[in-house]
């Protein structure tokens, strides 16, 4: 039964609704890519879907319209999964909406609005011939996720626009004209393992608030991953011991909410006084989170005596040291944009596997040579260890345009709707605007959308009220592009 029936615009609410009940996580686009392809040929409009999975629909400019210039529109197919359902399977399961007074939520999971709606959207105007808009060139992406991956892959050459609307912003009333650019750094350490007995202990940081990486890495929220790795870089000084598991985050590009690590107290009689550390040592990070983090919580169970194969002592202090010398959060503020966050990194992901442990972190900043040095300064910590790098995920930051016709046409239009001016802005998270505008000489770009709250974790939600505005924005700026010459 359809959650979101009745809702207005009906079309885009539809659109998301059937969005939403197909699988569509990043690495997992090949059902919502071919939707995409299905909606195309069943209304006879010329498409093309590369092996990568990206889609591009092309539709010729309603009767109306004297532009000869195609206007792009962009959005991304995939979404970050994050649940907790722990059987919960997005590989198979559509997504559970719900709707409470004009807000839409999915049950126990994200709601990919980021990058549903744009998606939406776009259907929505394609399956419409009553419209006024110029010739649309509509560029569905996948991956953007995990690194623009699609973006990065895309072949842009059959592409004639050189007007782009990125409808991938979550704050209705704000015009992004520039972002970030951006890399990963994928760090793994090679080691053995050997049997130990002793006192077991399972350290667990959770309760913590998370968020994107690009939004939320000004707001000074803990990460799990760092708060864990400076316990047990603090928790040497006090016994030695051996590291059997360690995890923390899923996404490179989500703040870690949760991190948990197995330890092993070859001398049991220590364990007390290791407990006791862990409980002073959470009191301080209270402290230090009271406002951004109230939840935070660092939960101990021991075990009297145990034998696992353990890391040894000497690789547990090689991962500790690659978890506590690793940058991670603002590393500088922009000394031309006020409040705008210039150069980042997030500890994303720490997970151990049987011999090897790997850390993920994603690397942000709107000047290339910061990025790239802060990228030689993580490379470098791992590498002090003895570990392996490789660097991937590499998107150019957006530079903003000082002379933009469709930015003035997006500001005059927004004056129009809304009767008040909209909030042109450069952001620190990354978007595909920037791998676009390097592939298309000349692009002039805007990113905008509804509002959008707590992407990229379980709470994420979207107000009906302001896509409905959104829409009428989105068909007003198309018919104005579609009267310019």
Not at 96 to 109: F, S, V
Request: charged share 25%; with cysteine.
């Amino acid at each position: 039964m359809s959650v979101l029936k009745g809702l207005q615009p009906q079309s885009v609410f539809y659109y998301f609704e059937q969005i939403c009940d197909i699988p569509h996580g990043s690495g997992n686009t090949k059902a919502i890519s071919d939707y995409c392809v299905e909606f195309a040929r069943a209304r006879n409009l010329t498409y093309i879907q590369d092996e990568k999975n990206n889609v591009t629909i092309f539709k010729d400019a309603s009767e109306d319209s004297v532009s000869k210039e195609p206007v792009i529109l962009q959005g991304h197919l995939d979404m970050v999964c994050e649940s907790e359902d722990p059987l919960f399977d997005f590989t198979k399961q559509g997504l559970k909406l719900e709707l409470n007074q004009d807000i839409i939520t999915a049950k126990n999971t994200t709601l990919g609005g980021d990058d549903g709606i744009a998606v939406a959207y776009a259907l929505a105007i394609l399956d419409d011939d009553t419209l006024s808009h110029p010739p649309l060139e509509v560029v569905f992406t996948v991956d953007e996720e995990i690194g623009m991956l699609g973006a990065v892959d895309y072949d842009a050459s059959a592409l004639k626009g050189r007007r782009m609307l990125n409808i991938d912003s979550e704050e209705e009333g704000y015009l992004l004209v520039s972002c970030a650019g951006g890399t990963t750094v994928n760090g793994r350490l090679e080691l053995q393992r050997q049997p130990v007995r002793g006192a077991g202990i399972t350290i667990t940081v959770e309760g913590l608030l998370g968020g994107h990486s690009g939004v939320e890495i000004d707001k000074g929220r803990a990460n799990a991953a760092v708060v864990l790795g400076e316990l047990l870089s603090g928790l040497l000084g006090v016994s030695s011991y051996a590291l059997t598991e360690i995890s923390g985050g899923t996404k490179k590009n989500a703040i870690p909410k949760m991190a948990t690590a197995q330890i092993v107290l070859p001398d049991e009689d220590r364990c007390e006084n290791i407990v006791s550390w862990i409980h002073d040592f959470e009191k301080l990070q209270k402290e230090k989170f009271a406002t951004t983090d109230p939840g935070l919580c660092i939960t101990v169970c021991t075990e009297e005596e145990c034998s696992r194969e353990n890391f040894s002592e000497a690789d547990t202090v090689r991962i500790v040291g690659v978890l506590s010398h690793t940058p991670s959060g603002v590393r500088s503020m922009s000394q031309d944009i006020d409040g705008l966050v210039e150069t980042s990194s997030n500890l994303g992901i720490v997970k151990s596997e049987l011999n090897t442990v790997d850390i993920v972190t994603s690397v942000r900043s709107s000047v290339e040579t910061e990025k790239q040095k802060l990228t030689d300064q993580i490379a470098a910590v791992i590498m002090d260890q003895g570990g392996t790098v490789q660097i991937d995920g590499v998107y150019p930051a957006w530079e903003y345009k000082k002379d933009s016709p469709l930015r003035e046409t997006m500001v005059s239009t927004f004056v129009e709707q809304y009767g008040r001016e909209p909030v042109v802005q450069s952001i620190h998270a990354g978007v595909e605007c920037g791998l676009f505008s390097e592939k298309i000489p000349g692009l002039d770009c805007v990113s905008f959308g509804p509002d959008m709250k707590d992407i990229h974790t379980t709470d994420e939600s979207m107000d009906v009220k302001s896509v409905a505005r959104t829409w009428e924005y989105l068909l007003r700026v198309l018919e104005q592009l579609a009267k310019e010459q």
